[in-house]
């Protein structure tokens, strides 16, 4: 969304989005004020001068995550069965990646995300290799194994995040549910809330990093990985170079749409390669990912046709652009 200026005589720049989707006018004012907190959350952090990036992402995305406003951690959707999957993921400019997917019971998965991708960096004794995405349960156990806030049970696990707003949704939408999915779109209920939370920032060296974090859409299926915790997809980080300037994206919309089109990276790396401007990279990285789900059409992505099982392919990325030259 923007170009930093002079990153080596501040501290840095930090930017972040509160998800995709429908957000009451009424709202609107208590939205704009928790993203004013996980801004000054980061921005805390790269002032300290010497903190990992990672940190500085998890510490916005915590913000977010504790705001019952967002669609992740304590205020996300319900699954099909009534239940909290969250997904998160966290990218440092160097390549360093972390991500936990349909985790449930962790306070604050992008917490968890930025950990696992520090011990990534970390040797395993009898040269095993770190993992950098884990899943389900045992993400919960491994998160609760680390220190970090989580249930001890899957009982208690089952329970956390839930609300009574949360549960009064979900009821509401499983009434509308119809027996066929030949359900009219007029007819569907509209979520206020589709996706992913995000963080991009960038330190006073010019350093890149990125994250996510997501209850997903409301009544997935259990067990259904986001964007948020895929690699590419969510987020992506390449710091610049001596030859070229860097990029981070953080993504929400449509996971399965922007899952097909890789689209964190594909922006990033559009935009890094010369010859467009960071918003034309944007503009054309969404439309190439739209068009893998509904190739075949000329209409615009607000009026696409429902296409491989997507009724409303839209997506909405939050990049910045770093030229050190």
Same mark, same amino acid.
Request: one cysteine or more.
């Given at each position: 969304?923007?170009?930093?200026?002079?990153?080596?005589?501040?501290?840095?720049?930090?930017?972040?989005?509160?998800?995709?989707?429908?957000?009451?006018?009424?709202?609107?004012?208590?939205?704009?004020?928790?993203?004013?907190?996980?801004?000054?959350?980061?921005?805390?952090?790269?002032?300290?001068?010497?903190?990992?990036?990672?940190?500085?992402?998890?510490?916005?995305?915590?913000?977010?995550?504790?705001?019952?406003?967002?669609?992740?951690?304590?205020?996300?959707?319900?699954?099909?069965?009534?239940?909290?999957?969250?997904?998160?993921?966290?990218?440092?400019?160097?390549?360093?990646?972390?991500?936990?997917?349909?985790?449930?019971?962790?306070?604050?998965?992008?917490?968890?995300?930025?950990? $696992?991708?520090?011990? +990534?960096?970390?040797?395993? @004794? %009898?040269? *095993?290799? =770190? &993992?950098?995405?884990?899943?389900?349960? !045992?993400?919960?156990?491994?998160?609760?194994?680390?220190?970090?806030?989580?249930?001890?049970?899957?009982?208690?696990?089952?329970?956390?995040?839930?609300?009574?707003?949360?549960?009064?949704?979900?009821?509401?939408?499983?009434? $509308?549910?119809?027996? +066929?999915?030949?359900?009219? @779109? %007029?007819? *569907?209920? =509209? &979520?206020?809330?589709?996706?992913?939370? !995000?963080?991009?920032?960038?330190?006073?060296?010019?350093?890149?990093?990125?994250?996510?974090?997501?209850?997903?859409?409301?009544?997935?299926?259990?067990?259904?990985?986001?964007?948020?915790?895929?690699?590419?997809?969510?987020?992506?980080?390449?710091?610049?170079?001596?030859?070229?300037?860097?990029?981070?994206?953080?993504?929400?919309?449509?996971?399965?749409?922007?899952?097909?089109?890789?689209?964190?990276?594909?922006?990033?790396?559009?935009?890094?390669?010369?010859?467009?401007?960071?918003?034309?990279?944007?503009?054309?990285?969404?439309?190439?990912?739209?068009?893998?789900?509904?190739?075949?059409?000329?209409?615009?992505?607000?009026?696409?046709?429902?296409?491989?099982?997507?009724?409303?392919?839209?997506?909405?990325?939050?990049?910045?652009?770093?030229?050190?030259?």
């Amino acid at each position: 969304m923007s170009r930093s200026q002079n990153l080596r005589e501040n501290w840095g720049f930090v930017a972040v989005h509160g998800g995709a989707g429908r957000h009451a006018v009424s709202l609107e004012k208590a939205h704009k004020q928790g993203l004013a907190r996980a801004c000054k959350a980061a921005a805390s952090i790269l002032q300290s001068g010497n903190a990992d990036l990672l940190e500085a992402v998890a510490a916005a995305l915590k913000v977010m995550e504790d705001d019952r406003l967002t669609n992740a951690g304590a205020g996300s959707n319900l699954n099909l069965e009534g239940q909290v999957e969250c997904d998160a993921s966290v990218m440092r400019g160097d390549g360093v990646f972390g991500a936990v997917g349909t985790v449930p019971g962790v306070r604050n998965p992008g917490l968890a995300a930025c950990l $696992l991708a520090q011990q +990534t960096m970390q040797p395993l @004794a %009898a040269g *095993r290799v =770190r &993992p950098m995405f884990l899943a389900g349960d !045992g993400a919960r156990r491994w998160a609760l194994q680390q220190g970090l806030e989580a249930a001890a049970t899957q009982q208690e696990a089952s329970q956390m995040h839930i609300t009574a707003k949360s549960e009064r949704q979900h009821a509401q939408w499983m009434r $509308l549910i119809e027996p +066929t999915p030949s359900q009219e @779109a %007029a007819k *569907r209920p =509209r &979520p206020e809330l589709w996706d992913t939370v !995000g963080c991009v920032c960038c330190d006073a060296a010019g350093n890149l990093a990125s994250g996510v974090s997501s209850g997903g859409i409301a009544l997935k299926v259990p067990g259904r990985v986001g964007e948020a915790a895929m690699f590419a997809c969510g987020c992506w980080a390449q710091n610049p170079c001596s030859t070229r300037s860097g990029a981070a994206c953080s993504t929400s919309g449509v996971g399965e749409v922007i899952m097909r089109g890789q689209l964190a990276k594909d922006c990033c790396q559009r935009a890094v390669a010369g010859g467009l401007e960071l918003d034309a990279a944007c503009a054309a990285s969404i439309k190439s990912t739209v068009d893998q789900v509904s190739p075949c059409t000329t209409l615009p992505a607000s009026r696409l046709p429902l296409s491989r099982g997507h009724q409303d392919p839209k997506a909405l990325m939050l990049c910045m652009q770093h030229c050190p030259f």
